[in-house]
């Protein structure tokens, strides 16, 4: 296999756990086991009596029915569970693309999406974010143009990592609309749904609304618990189903019995967790607010509607990659630059957790002691 290195994952690799403080990360506020089993009565002995023998390669019963209860009219026949998101991305596109297929894909974007496609020898059409007065679009004419009888699948993410932007319910059915008049699947990272900043803001799933659609979820993001490392793939098209089932079995093969069990009892009570999350990120947005209308010469945000994560631009000539080098070095705090998705000029920040204000006092200490030139 010939596959480009994964920038942002060697970026993390690198740093994610030497930097002490960080204004970057895409997940939510994580929480202890004893937290997590603290929430169900009788969790705590059903944890200790979890057998640890080998579990279904599809995922748990149990989970699947938890997972199910996500979507509107999937069932647990419709899903299938795996270790995180990366294997379920890789899996699909090894599963159901072949040299010479061509693809679309949002960008930026998680490299995944593009760099295993494109490993394959697949023809990807990047369909690239614009920004109009600070604030991301996707041009939906521009994905007219692009999409074919030729097209594969349409990878999008909503809501959208790194830029925030999330789509609206019309614009989800054009994407719908076009798609099936040229039989073309849509895999739709999910893994940030149902943290929307408002209920009408909420999509349905790709899986539940469109017969070649297939949704990807994850307990790593909206619920804040990638030590579970559980995500799964939910589509009533059974011969991806089939397909993944196939080539699992020769990576993961099956998953975590004490993870299984962790992530079903997250998604029993996964409102209170989602509430939690949703409401430091609300706080989170106050204080972004203040910060950037203060700094408005030098950065210009965009306040996302759903999601932990937003695209910061500089306003300024600095390079993000530099940028973000000085400030790691001089105040052990780290950003994410838009360099590792090869969209410079912008770096990432995150929402979702409880230290982004002592962060944040961090990044201000940089940025007083240097005189920046807009």
Known sequence: MNIAPFK??????LYEFTSKYSLCNSDCEAMSIEDLLKLE??????????????????????????ISDIYQSIIPEDLLVFTGAQEPIYL???????AGDEVIVQTPCYQSLKSVPDSIGCKVQEWQVKYEGGIPTFDLEELEGMISTKTKVLFINTPHN?????????????????????????????VYRELE???EYLLPAMAD???????????????????????????????????????KEYTSMCNSAPSEFLASLALRNRKQILDRNLQIVLENTGVYETFFQKYADLFSWFQPKAGPITFVKMLFSQDDATFAE????????LLLPGDVYDYP???????????IPEALEQFEIFLSNRIIKA
């Open 8 to 13: 942002l994952e060697r970026y993390f690799t």
């Open 41 to 66: 009565e009788g969790a705590v002995e059903s944890f200790h009596n979890t057998w640890l023998g080998y579990t279904q390669t599809k995922g748990d019963p149990g989970l699947r029915r938890d």
């Open 326 to 333: 000085k400030v790691l070095k001089e105040q052990q705090l």
């Open 197 to 199: 900043l408002k209920p």
């Open 209 to 247: 609304v469109y017969e070649l659609g297939v949704s990807l979820g994850v307990m790593s993001k909206a619920y804040g618990l990638p030590g579970l490392r559980i995500g799964w793939i939910a589509t009533k098209h059974q011969a991806v189903l089939s397909q993944l089932s196939i080539l």
């Open 162 to 190: 790194p830029t925030g932007y999330h789509f609206t319910h019309e614009e989800q059915q054009t994407l719908i609309e076009l798609a099936r008049e040229y039989g073309v699947m849509i895999f739709s990272d999910e």
């Open 345 to 355: 000029g912008f770096f990432r920040i995150g929402l979702g957790r409880k230290a």
């Open 92 to 98: 699909f596109c090894q599963a159901m693309l072949e």
